[in-house]
């Protein structure tokens, strides 16, 4: 993998990413971020050797370098998931390559559906903590101690400090903010009444099928890491209705503007 890291991040180079100081991962229905930046160059990921290809429709598969609050910037727009049939390797490769380029941040967003009855659609959290419901770990492979630390340590996987400057951005701007434990799972197919009581009962806030593989591979390489969910769906068990994914990306942009001004305050802040 070293190899492949490598020559990845001389062809990045060679496009003109050089030192970034903060790497963005912008989840479902949220590429709006990219509106913002001043674009200094940007590559299609089937341009770039070794780089998986987003899958998804609704997923861009662009990798964009700028600036951002007047900061370094490199942006995933669109991701990677386990239900693509990708490996775990697979996914969390572009965030091996953003460290390799420089960055010491990860700031990264997904869409998720509230288990938590107290939030709703169209409100966003903080990730405090995690479930990894994906059945691997992106460190399970052989010579990944060649890359860092084996036993990663995970008792603060996210940032407590950055957690409090997005609940201090929220309250400034009138924003819903809530905490809690975000529970990743394969999918692609939505959650049974049966697997939405059971994520209750264990600690589960919010329920989505990514993030978690990124956030274990930023910590074995000791970057600072922050997570922001944007809820698109309530998942009440006892009073289930069908979900159309057209709906979750519709509410995933509709609640975009508040995810944007949190990334964007909290930068500038960086």
């Known amino acids: 993998m070293q190899k492949f890291i490598n020559e990845t991040t001389e062809y990045l180079k060679s496009k003109g990413f050089e030192s970034p100081e903060i790497g963005i991962i912008l989840g479902t229905g949220l590429g709006q971020l990219?509106?913002?930046?001043?674009?200094?160059?940007?590559?299609?990921?089937?341009?770039?050797?070794?780089?998986?290809?987003?899958?998804?429709?609704?997923?861009?598969?662009?990798?964009?370098?700028?600036?951002?609050?007047?900061?370094?910037?490199?942006?995933?727009?669109?991701?990677?998931?386990?239900?693509?049939?990708?490996?775990?390797?697979?996914?969390?490769?572009?965030?091996?390559?953003?460290?390799?380029?420089?960055?010491?941040?990860?700031?990264?967003?997904?869409?998720?559906?509230?288990?938590?009855?107290?939030?709703?659609?169209?409100?966003?959290?903080v990730i405090e903590d995690h479930i990894n419901l994906q059945g691997s770990s992106p460190l399970a492979f052989k010579g990944v101690e060649e890359l860092g630390e084996r036993f990663t340590d995970m008792s603060e996987p996210y940032s407590s400090k950055i957690n409090s400057i997005f609940h201090s951005i929220a309250k400034a701007n009138n924003i819903k903010l809530h905490k809690g434990v975000y529970a990743s799972v394969v999918g692609p197919q939505l959650e049974t009444k049966a697997e939405y009581k059971m994520l209750k009962i264990i600690g589960a806030d919010a329920v989505g099928m990514s993030t978690v593989p990124e956030i274990i591979v930023a910590n074995h390489l000791k970057l600072n890491v922050a997570a922001v969910s944007v809820l698109t769906d309530e998942c009440d068990p006892s009073n289930l209705k069908p979900v159309d994914i057209s709906d979750i990306i519709a509410m995933a942009e509709k609640a975009e503007p508040d995810m944007i001004t949190l990334f964007k305050a909290l930068i500038k802040q960086l």
Do not use: C, W
């Not at 390559?97 to 990264?108: A, P, R, Y």
């Open 34 to 125: 990219t509106n913002e930046i001043n674009i200094i160059n940007e590559v299609s990921y089937n341009h770039i050797p070794h780089f998986p290809t987003a899958t998804v429709e609704f997923h861009k598969g662009k990798l964009i370098y700028g600036t951002l609050e007047n900061k370094t910037v490199i942006v995933m727009q669109g991701r990677f998931h386990l239900y693509e049939g990708y490996s775990l390797q697979d996914i969390t490769f572009p965030v091996r390559i953003m460290e390799k380029l420089g960055i010491k941040t990860l700031l990264v967003s997904n869409a998720a559906g509230a288990i938590n009855l107290n939030f709703k659609k169209g409100e966003l959290m």
